[in-house]
């Protein structure tokens, strides 16, 4: 079966055939576990905004894994907004977005250009992109926003990966490497918070100490857990854009050439990257009550799939949505989700990649493929562990 396919590594390095056969055959599934998926563009972006979809409830969760809230690779996670649901996900979304503001943003503009041109400068010959460059830069930039001290920041990346595991798959060998991961994380947050209650910063951290609306202010646990998820996601789905984005401008150098030529295409080209190869390549919702999805009922308790890396290559919505089109007029892709749930770091994670990636074609003009690209072992999460290039 085409999904049992996804499941694999192998069947993971191009999905798009499948996805696209998958919506040909039926573009509305069961898998063998009861889920409904959907890979059709309209279907998945009404997956998104469905008022009675949502996530899993906090009674429910024990049906999942009774000892959930024993393991703190799963508290961290069921607990955080990335998980939770009306009314707790629209305050701590509201206290959240007071300090995490476009204008805080878009104040990182300066700055960024500064890290981009640092890391460019250390990159010679032979390199492995996500070392040299597709990690440090958003893990440098999301480590600044946050107030996390420089020195401090490279040790987060296997923290993060071994954490977020539990996104894919929940059994002991994966907690036993994700439960350490995310309580080393949490501590070490919880003492910055610590510190930055007693001299606040000009940083995220300090703002979410500080945060209050109709005297409602974060709880350390919701602080701690809303500072973890910000730091592993704002450089996760980064890197993973980041690297993604050069390996398929690198599979079509006319494209490459033109925004190499008009660095002005930054925004549009970024837009079709996340469509054409999108880092986050799915999103799972509870039904909460009996609804019509795609013409198919759902009851209440059942889970939907939306295979957003299928959505964004749907033909029904994009014209010859298999070519990379940096000039494509209409290319919102799903790729950041949608909704009451879409990604609010998403406006830093495109800042990101308008300014890094015309910087590096510019720079390095017979940037190239050394080796087979290292492909990242996930389903939800596409990207690379490393990605060999010659900067010359």
């Given at each position: 079966m085409l999904l049992d396919e996804l499941t694999r590594l192998t069947g993971r390095e191009d999905p798009y055939p499948r996805y696209q056969r998958l919506r040909e055959i039926s573009p509305v599934v069961r898998?063998?576990?009861?889920?409904?998926?959907?890979?059709?563009?309209?279907?998945?972006?009404?997956?998104?905004?469905?008022?009675?979809?949502?996530?899993?409830?906090?009674?429910?969760?024990?049906?999942?894994?009774?000892d959930w809230a024993d393991h703190p690779a799963l508290h961290q996670l069921f607990t955080s907004i990335l998980a939770i649901n009306p009314?707790?996900?629209?305050?701590?979304?509201?206290?959240?977005?007071?300090?995490?503001?476009?204008?805080?943003?878009?104040?990182?503009?300066?700055?960024?250009?500064?890290?981009?041109e640092d890391l460019l400068v250390r990159m010679n010959g032979d390199v492995d992109f996500i070392a040299a460059f597709a990690f440090p830069l958003p893990v440098n930039v999301i480590g600044e926003l946050l107030g996390i001290p420089e020195e401090d920041r490279a040790q987060f990346q296997g923290l993060v990966r071994d954490w977020t595991q539990v996104l894919e798959v929940i059994t002991p060998e994966v907690l036993a490497t994700a439960d350490p991961a995310a309580a080393t994380i949490r501590a070490y947050l919880a003492g910055l918070a610590a510190e930055r209650r007693r001299k606040p910063g000009d940083d995220l951290i300090s703002a979410l100490v500080a945060a209050e609306e109709d005297g409602e202010k974060l709880t350390e646990d919701e602080l701690l857990t809303m500072a973890a998820l910000l730091f592993a996601a704002g450089f996760e789905t980064t890197t993973n854009l980041l690297a993604n984005s050069v390996v398929a401008l690198l599979h079509h150098p006319d494209q490459l050439e033109s925004l190499r030529r008009e660095p002005g295409l930054a925004a549009s080209a970024v837009e079709e990257l996340l469509r054409f190869d999108a880092p986050v390549q799915l999103l799972s919702r509870v039904a909460w009550d009996d609804v019509e999805i795609a013409g198919v009922p759902v009851s209440g308790g059942e889970r939907i799939v939306a295979y957003l890396g299928a959505g964004n290559r749907?033909?029904?919505?994009?014209?010859?949505?298999?070519?990379?089109?940096?000039?494509?007029?209409?290319?919102?892709?799903?790729?950041?989700?949608?909704?009451?749930?879409?990604?609010?770091?998403?406006?830093?994670?495109?800042?990101e990649a308008q300014i890094a990636i015309p910087a590096l074609l510019t720079r390095f003009p017979n940037l190239a493929l050394t080796g087979n690209p290292g492909r990242r072992d996930s389903l939800a999460i596409r990207g690379y562990t490393s990605l060999p290039i010659s900067v010359g």
């Open positions: 898998a063998d576990d009861g889920a409904l998926v959907v890979t059709r563009h309209a279907d998945c972006v009404a997956v998104t905004r469905h008022p009675q979809l949502g996530h899993m409830p906090s009674h429910m969760l024990e049906f999942v894994r009774a009314p707790d996900h629209t305050r701590l979304r509201r206290l959240v977005s007071s300090s995490f503001t476009a204008r805080r943003v878009q104040a990182l503009q300066p700055r960024i250009s500064e890290m981009v749907d033909p029904e919505r994009f014209t010859e949505p298999d070519r990379l089109d940096l000039t494509r007029a209409d290319n919102a892709p799903l790729s950041f989700g949608g909704g009451i749930h879409y990604c609010f770091g998403a406006p830093l994670a495109r800042l």
